[in-house]
């Protein structure tokens, strides 16, 4: 996994996730991130393009970004979101969680307002 990861203002955006988003590359994840984290952006937006599937390791990783970020007053966006992505969403209630966007410049946009 390669993530790249940009600071635009108050929003770092985070792309270059795997097709399967699951347990095995959760890890990997954690690491590659921890640097970007200990910067507290405000938000983080994570852009999901090419994202097919996500388990719940994913999801738990995801919402553990999420609690370091709330600490400090962050939140994280999740955005460009496959139509399978976005059920496991849906059926988990997430959309309370997180803030989800269509692409990257609707999470840029809101998140500068």
């Not at 985070?14 to 640097?35: H, I, N, W």
């Not at 999420?66 to 997430?94: H, P, Q, T, Y």
């Amino acid at each position: 996994m390669d993530l790249h990861v940009t600071a635009h203002g108050r929003v770092t955006l985070v792309s270059g996730l795997p097709k399967m988003f699951d347990y095995t590359v959760c890890p990997e994840f954690q690491r590659q991130l921890a640097a970007h984290l200990e910067a507290s952006p405000t938000v983080l937006a994570f852009d999901l393009t090419g994202v097919e599937f996500v388990d719940s390791s994913a999801i738990g990783s995801l919402i553990t970004v999420r609690n370091r970020l709330m600490a400090s007053g962050g939140s994280v966006a999740l955005c460009s979101i496959a139509e399978g992505v976005a059920k496991v969403l849906r059926i988990a209630d997430l959309g309370k969680v997180f803030s989800l966007y269509p692409d990257p410049a609707a999470a840029l946009a809101a998140s500068q307002a």
